[in-house]
């Protein structure tokens, strides 16, 4: 069971860029998916969740508007779509999984996964 990241690099402010979880060894589809980010310093934070079976998207009010996660069941993956990143986006990015949670309760919280990828680095710098 892995999940790789991919689809980090340097962007201007402004800037949007599209990073990818890829799962192998299991399928996606019967998971719910979370995005976090961690930045130097700071703990790991959830910045959106999408669900199994209806796909219902949840976002933190910082990335709501600008980011959108979404599913490829065809390839096994989940997007993260950034749009009009910040500076205060830089981050390594982390995608993860869990068969039984409810997005919307415990989405966001970094115990509720068991599943996790390895990250990849965002960075908006002008």
């Known amino acids: 069971v892995q999940l790789v990241e991919s689809g980090g690099g340097v962007v201007l402010p402004g800037g949007s860029l599209r990073l990818s979880c890829a799962a192998s060894g299991f399928t996606l589809n019967y998971y719910k998916i979370g995005w976090f980010r961690q930045a130097p310093g700071k703990e790991r934070e959830g910045i959106s969740c999408?669900?199994?079976?209806?796909?219902?998207?949840y976002y933190i009010d910082s990335v709501q508007d600008r980011f959108t996660i979404s599913r490829d069941n065809a390839r096994n993956t989940v997007y993260l779509q950034m749009n009009s990143l910040k500076p205060e986006d830089t981050a390594v990015y982390y995608c993860?999984?869990?068969?039984?949670?409810?997005?919307?309760?415990?989405?966001?919280?970094?115990?509720?996964?068991?599943?996790w990828g390895q990250g990849t680095q965002v960075t908006v710098s002008s």
């Open positions: 993860a999984a869990d068969r039984y949670i409810d997005c919307r309760t415990r989405g966001f919280r970094v115990m509720s996964y068991d599943h």
């Open positions: 999408i669900s199994r079976s209806d796909g219902d998207t």
